[in-house]
């Protein structure tokens, strides 16, 4: 396995996940920059790398991975100081190669995963989409996602930014589901970690059976009567009525289409 000398900018959750399972896998963690250097020093101390306030890069460098918000990425790439021999790569779902502004040495090396530091994920199942300007910078970004990952695979980014938007409605839209879901269980005076074994079936039975099986409830057997009750019940929050009632149209029209 090729190993790599890689630094990051950036010390937030992806960097913290990335960072200690490369250092884990037998990659050296040059430095760590951050504007915030609580950050930076605790990651850094954590995979035996250097910090900085700064965006100069070490020489030494094969990898620089830019782990910023996505609208941070450009302005912090057009601002490193760096080695011509450094790959540069961001990990932003969202954001075209481009913003990089580089015609060689760079690439994009997309993490399909939710981070939280207080929950890292297993890298090991994780897959990795990546693109590149060159032959080299892609042959040290799937060599590094290779030492890490569940898999890599080439990933263009108009691709990649749907890819993103796939992500933001499994990921983002399905918590908010159920942030709502405990807030109508709050309302009617029902503790909402009994919901709890709920939320692991879902997604343990959507895993199983794949999620066009897995549906169930009132809207796809097209059972009115209780949708307008619940679009009754919930008359304390107008927008949860809104949203009940725009999803309820959306599967029963859906698994019509599918009978047809």
């Known amino acids: 396995m090729s190993t790599y000398n890689i630094s990051f900018i950036g010390a937030g959750n992806v960097a913290e996940s990335l960072a200690t399972g490369l250092a884990s896998a037998g990659h050296r963690i040059v430095s760590v920059a951050s504007r915030n250097g609580i950050s930076a020093r ?76 207080a929950f890292p994920p297993d890298l090991r199942k994780v897959p990795f989409f990546i693109e590149a300007t060159d032959s080299l910078a892609m042959e040290v970004l799937r060599n590094t996602g290779e030492s890490i990952g569940a898999g890599v695979w080439e990933c263009d980014s108009e691709s990649r930014k749907k890819l993103h938007l796939a992500a933001v409605f499994t990921n983002n839209f399905s918590n908010f589901m159920m942030t709502a879901g405990e807030s109508v269980a709050r309302e009617a005076g029902i503790d909402p970690v009994l919901l709890r074994p709920l ?16 549906q169930t409830g009132p809207a796809v057997r097209h059972d009115t009567g209780t949708v307008k009750s619940h679009i009754e019940l919930l008359s304390f929050s107008p927008q949860y009525q809104k949203l009940y ?16």
């Open 42 to 117: 605790e990651l850094a101390k954590k995979t035996g790398a250097g910090y900085r306030l700064d965006l100069t890069v070490p020489g030494e460098c094969d990898l620089l991975l830019i782990c910023v918000t996505d609208k941070t990425v450009a302005e912090v790439a057009a601002s490193i100081v760096i080695s011509p021999h450094t790959v540069i790569a961001h990990t932003a779902g969202s954001i075209p190669i481009e913003a990089l502004g580089r015609a060689s040495g760079a690439g994009v090396f997309y993490p399909l995963q939710t981070f939280t530091k």
């Open 199 to 214: 939320m692991e079936e879902t997604v343990r039975k959507a895993l199983r059976t794949g999620t066009e099986a897995a």
């Open 245 to 260: 009632r725009l999803v309820s149209r959306m599967i029963a029209g859906h698994y019509r289409k599918r009978k047809k």
